[in-house]
């Protein structure tokens, strides 16, 4: 069994949907909009930004995460960074993207979550009509801020209803369970969003988090999700529900030094609905391309097996039923000539 060949992974159309556009922030960018903000940065040149990427678990990651994105201060920012993530996304052939934003990260230094969220719309517009990239986003709520906050942010985000699609949970897990934001998701349910949760690797009490985002929750799909493997009856029930998992291998290897490979064979070999994507490709130093390549330099996985991951991308996005078929139809062609 042969891997996969990069030029199969580069011509592939894909789908990504597990993407925070504020991890999409690469240090060229950082710089820029630091001056353009008159902030300054701890580093001297964008060279010193990477140098400094030294994750070993989610805690290390976020304290950079959160502090870097202190640049970005107007719609143009967001705009900005929104529309770089499109550019490298065309670039790489991926063709649909569902990207994760969190406002409370900026509006609780001071800036409007319009003037986030008119950035990054008016960047998914014009990526749609320049770069032909299909966009819908998601608002993800701050786990480790209270269930209030994220109340608050939902009823602020609701005259922007006809932007976002669904809503999601990631950051800090410890302490922080699911069950802490039922009521949140159940309102966002009654406005007509679509749920899930980050469930990251190995967390305190991981398994407990996916059996209340299936019970209590009930959400669509689930962001990492490599744990359901540790427990078979909550892997039945995610395999009866058809349920997608979004999982991102290189962001597994900085965090748990695994890059998960063999677990997502698993995933495959039962019928789940596993997907691949970046997760937070400026810091993780992979975008989708790098990710299949990883999955097939160190994990052996081939054309067929990258080709079904593809597939189950697009089956489990939450585009319209004309987008999804149109989609899957261009996969289909590509796979049916490669």
């Known amino acids: ?118 950035g990054i719309h008016r960047a998914q517009v014009d990526a749609q009509a320049q770069l032909g990239v299909t966009s819908n986003l998601i608002m993800c709520f701050l786990r480790d801020m209270s269930a209030e906050s994220a109340q608050l942010h939902l009823q602020v985000a609701e005259p922007y209803l006809d932007w976002i699609i669904g809503v999601g949970l990631d950051s800090d897990e410890k302490d922080n369970p699911p069950a802490k934001f039922a009521a949140v998701f159940k309102d966002a349910r009654a406005m007509g969003l679509k749920l899930t949760m980050h469930c990251d690797v190995n967390q305190q009490d991981i398994v407990d988090h996916m059996w209340e985002c299936l019970e209590l929750i009930d959400v669509d799909r689930i962001d990492h999700g490599i744990n359901a493997l540790d427990d078979p009856r909550l892997l039945k029930m995610i395999k009866e529900r058809g349920l997608g998992l979004t999982i991102c291998p290189i962001s597994n290897r900085f965090v ?82 490669a």
Request: with cysteine; proline share 4%.
């Open 256 to 337: 748990v030094q695994n890059l998960t490979g063999e677990e997502i064979r698993q995933f495959l070999q039962v019928g789940i609905k596993a997907t691949v994507n970046s997760d937070d490709p400026a810091y993780f130093r992979g975008y989708m391309n790098e990710n299949l390549q990883a999955l097939a330099q160190d994990a052996g996985f081939t054309n067929a097996e990258l080709g079904t991951l593809t597939r189950n991308a697009f089956e489990i996005c939450w585009a319209d039923n004309k987008t999804k078929n149109a989609l899957l139809a261009q996969l289909d062609e590509y796979l049916a000539a």
């Open 1 to 118: 069994m042969s891997s996969a060949s990069n030029s199969f992974i580069a011509q592939l159309p894909k789908a990504e949907l597990h993407v925070h556009l504020e991890g999409t922030l690469e240090p060229d960018l950082l710089f820029e909009l630091a001056e353009r903000n008159g902030i300054e940065l701890p580093y001297n040149t964008p060279a010193d930004v990477v140098a400094a990427y030294d994750f070993y678990d989610l805690p290390s990651f976020l304290a950079i995460y959160y502090k870097a994105m202190q640049v970005l201060c107007t719609e143009q920012d967001f705009y900005d960074l929104a529309f770089a993530y499109f550019s490298k996304a065309a670039a790489q052939n991926v063709v649909y993207v569902e990207p994760f934003f969190d406002p409370q990260a900026h509006t609780s230094r001071g800036v409007e979550f319009g003037t986030v969220i008119d």
